[in-house]
């Protein structure tokens, strides 16, 4: 057996500290447009993050996740534009909120598993998008809400940026405690034999759908932090093809891998930023990498990358047989 | 007066049912027996209909060439597919649903920019054929002519699959590859050939839904986006893989549809959202599906 050596912290999490001191000098040499785009990915990586606690963790595919990313934008510009509350107290709401909605929506969902599940999430964020995109005296319906008050502080982009930054971190150090709470591990459990995890006398139900409210408690931050990166929200923040998308970064960075998400959203957003640069048809250049990928690397960037790492460490510590 | 309004509500609800229901019969065959969530439905959908658009230009917007549009184009796209089918989807039935339902999505998205490179941006609308050209009068007020020809359509393709999936071999040993893959395998049926063929009908189906929208209105290329979802909703409702469910819930949401216009004009599509979270947490297995064990 191969003695794995016990390493200092600062080794043992050299690429996190190297991926925090880049992003933290990134903004001192880079365009604003780079900034913004940076922005836009820390905040749709926290958003398939979330997402990734219900897919990849507890293996339940939601198709419905964008609704709280939705309802988390449109709590933050309906506080700060009809209630003129403070800029902090619409981004601290925000989150609550989506729980709130996630506690309603997991409350029923949580109890099916597969197609079923992703069909339900499916209707009931499709419903909150329907309500968004008509109802016109509160939410101005497909107009979106538009013109959502800034802090002087976060006019520019380069705090704003930072905000993100630190948000997304700290957002990050709290999913990785979660996840490797003996909460998190039971949700694993579940999703690998949910019989037996009952049979020893957990209340699967709960876990789920505390799971379920955490997921969408985080996805409501991304939204809030979205809406005030545009200073407006649409309902089309919830439409399904969100949530699709959502889930497509998932699988494109690697379900199996903590950070997979966060490396399958900046992989699919800068490819739609730079592929539309060139052309109008981004789209189709996208489902036609989709299909490749699917074909090709099964477990997604991160997981093709982590068995690659594998299965050279294994050739480093055993023996060659002749 | 009153009698009328109803009168109509309730035809132009059957109308936009039959619709739903065509593009939703695919889907239900499709997963009733590849097991498989097809995104790519609304792309089939609207391909039919830009394709239908084409042929019916190409033969100078006569009655005949109508006739023969219907014939042609949707056997087209499902050849298509069909095609797309072989190369892609056959070797992902024994994996993880999940990436079945991204393959889809991918093609789903392709089709998309795929019709506008082709057809353009702007709304296209494909000529009325002239032998419907005028309206029908019912209780003594003008309906569209067409609008009657689509719901007898709709009936009439109902009737067609069921009798395609429960009066003939093809039907049977589709229903026998549903049930137990590797058993029918065994007998010495061609499995991946059925599943073909399963997928090019659930094509085919979709494809007609499109073809007879196409001369009603204006196409799109993001038809398909929608359509897609509307087709999930019936599907879901019906209970999977049900298709004289899909029929009775295609007409629930086409008419909730129509009758919502009239009670909140503002929230007439959330109508159909809340039918299917009702169904769905009264009856996850739909209407006419099967009860799941939910532990």
Known sequence: MPQKAKKGFLTSNLWVIIAVAFFAVFPLWSPVIWKHLATEIFIIALFAMSLNMILGRGGLPSFGHACFYCVGGYTTALLTIKLNLHFSVAILSAPVVAAIFAAVIGFFSVRLTGIHFAILTLGFSQLVWAVAHKWYSFTKGDDGITGIPVPAAFQAITPYYYFVLVILIACLVLIRIVQNSPFGNSIVGIRENRERVTFSGLKVWHHLWLNFVIAGFFAGLAGSLLAILNRAVFPDFGYWTKSAAAVLMCIFGGVGVFIGPIIGAAAITLLEHYISIYTFYWQLALGCLIIVLVMALPGGISGYIQDRLRAREEKRITPEVE | ?295
């Open chain 2, 1 to 295: 007066m009153t009698g009328w309004v109803l009168m109509s509500q309730f035809l132009s609800g059957l109308t936009t049912a039959m619709i739903y229901f065509l593009i939703a019969a695919g889907l239900t065959l499709i997963l009733g027996v590849l097991k498989i969530m097809n995104f790519a439905q609304g792309g089939i959908y609207m391909l039919g209909a830009y394709t239908c658009y084409t042929f019916i230009k190409a033969f100078g917007g006569t009655n005949s060439g109508f006739w023969l549009t219907l014939i042609i184009a949707p056997v087209a796209v499902a050849a298509f597919f069909c095609f797309l089918e072989v190369i892609f989807m056959r070797r992902f039935y024994e994996k993880v649903g999940l990436y079945m339902l991204l393959l889809t999505y991918g093609i789903l998205i392709a089709t998309y920019d795929m019709a506008r490179l082709i057809w353009g941006w702007i709304i296209k609308t494909a000529p009325m054929p002239p032998m419907f050209q005028r309206p029908v009068a019912i209780w003594g007020h003008p309906f569209p002519l067409y609008n009657v020809f689509l719901i007898f359509m709709g009936f009439f393709m109902f009737f067609l699959i069921w009798f395609v999936i429960r009066r003939t071999a093809w039907g049977k040993t589709m229903r026998a590859a549903a049930d137990d893959r590797e058993m029918t395998a065994a007998l010495g049926i061609n499995v991946p050939l059925v599943f073909t063929s399963v997928f090019g009908l659930g094509a085919w189906i979709a494809a007609m839904g499109g073809a007879l929208v196409a001369p009603m209105g204006g196409m799109a290329a993001d038809m398909g986006i929608d359509a897609g979802i509307v087709a999930f909703i019936v599907v879901v409702i019906a209970g999977l893989g049900s298709l004289p469910g899909a029929l009775l819930a295609a007409f629930i949401c086409g008419e909730v549809q129509a009758f919502g216009i009239l009670v909140l004009p503002e929230f007439a599509i959330a109508f159909m959202y809340l039918v299917l979270v009702i169904v769905l947490i009264v009856r996850p297995w739909g209407l006419f599906g099967k009860p799941i064990t939910i532990k």
